[in-house]
């Protein structure tokens, strides 16, 4: 018998995901003051933290890497923000929202321009099998695994180890693979991208040094980044990867329904809600990228078929960290040893 992990409660089906489009359109104008106000109480405080870490290293080191530990959630929440900018969420106005994305991805190591375009992939091709490689985790069927060589079984169980999914992994991909538009190269606008905000950072990290030397960088800097970037990917492993995901051959797959289905709506306390700008309701977002990132609260208010579906506790989140195959016979995600036991 397989072992079991708990899974999100699926979704009550008494609307057809597209049919909730019309539906969520009334929510996805943004309030510019609300905007505003929304990046001046992230990006002052972010600020105030820096400067405050940085005086406090004079008094103890220790102190000032506490500070920059707390700020790592202002810089995920700045993530959000440049998020909401990508998706044409934030302010109405397109280009104050790209150049204000530009410049928060000189803190966030991510080159806007070449983000925006591969995060678009992923909205375009999440859950269908015949589009995977670009804005996703890389995820193979129970199939196509038996199929590997010994090898290649190794590299991939690695891949999907959590010291290497949220360890390793979150600091290659901002530290590393942000400074090459890859999976872009032929297009000369991510180059531009992607070198502009390298030069940008650069020119930070030197004024950061010729002021205070290394330990600004190594006590505040490189705290704040990784652990940002690791709960940034936590989030967005746990937005996709669960039980009862939603993956489609592309003859199979639908838009919305994977949008909906293949999203979970992780529950979070209050102030890590916040500190993620509710990207755990993940499911409204996928399925009506437009609607502000203040306003998912207010769907669920209103829509109780939304506040109850996909739901995913932080207990069933870690459990789910177990799942690495997907069953196309079950459309279930597997652990390995599940896999093992259905193909015995």
């Given at each position: 018998m397989l072992e079991t992990i708990d899974a999100p409660e699926q979704l009550t089906p008494t609307r057809a995901p597209r049919d909730w489009m019309k539906v969520l359109s009334n929510y996805r104008e943004p309030n510019q003051f609300r905007s505003a106000f929304e990046l001046a109480v992230t990006l002052g405080p972010y600020i105030l933290l820096w400067g405050l870490a940085w005086w406090t290293m004079s008094i103890s080191y220790w102190?000032?890497?506490?500070?920059?530990?707390?700020?790592?959630?202002?810089?995920?929440?700045?993530?959000?923000?440049?998020h909401d900018c990508g998706h044409g969420a934030f302010f109405k106005n397109r280009s104050v929202s790209d150049w204000l994305g530009r410049a928060i991805g000189v803190l966030t190591l991510t080159p806007y321009d070449v983000w925006r375009h591969t995060h678009s992939v992923h909205h375009s091709s999440s859950g269908n099998l015949d589009k995977?490689?670009?804005?996703?985790?890389?995820?193979?069927?129970?199939?196509?695994?038996?199929?590997?060589?010994?090898?290649?079984?190794?590299?991939?169980?690695?891949?999907?180890?959590?010291?290497?999914?949220?360890?390793?992994?979150p600091g290659y991909l901002f530290l590393l693979q942000n400074r090459v538009p890859i999976g872009l190269m032929a297009k000369a606008k991510y180059w531009v991208s992607a070198m502009g905000t390298n030069a940008a950072i650069l020119i930070a990290l030197t004024a950061i040094y010729y002021f205070g030397g290394l330990k600004p960088v190594l006590l505040i800097f490189l705290p704040s980044t990784m652990i940002a970037a690791i709960a940034g990917v936590w989030l967005f492993y746990v937005q996709h990867q669960f039980e009862t995901t939603n993956w489609d051959k592309d003859e199979d797959w639908q838009l919305h329904d994977s949008a909906l289905h293949g999203s979970s709506h992780y529950i979070l306390p209050s102030v890590l809600n916040w500190f993620s700008a509710n990207i755990g309701i993940h499911h409204v977002h996928h399925l009506y990228s437009r609607i502000p990132f203040y306003r998912l609260p207010e769907v669920l208010r209103d829509h109780a078929e939304l506040a109850e579906g996909n739901r995913l506790t932080i207990r069933e989140s870690f459990a789910g960290a177990r799942l690495h195959l997907w069953d196309e016979k079950s459309k279930k995600l597997l652990s390995f040893s599940q896999a093992r036991l259905s193909t015995a």
């Open positions: 102190l000032a890497f506490a500070i920059s530990i707390v700020n790592a959630g202002f810089l995920l929440r700045l993530f959000a923000i440049q995977r490689g670009m804005g996703d985790i890389h995820t193979l069927t129970v199939a196509e695994y038996q199929k590997l060589k010994r090898f290649d079984r190794l590299i991939y169980r690695l891949y999907r180890h959590p010291i290497v999914l949220f360890g390793l992994g």
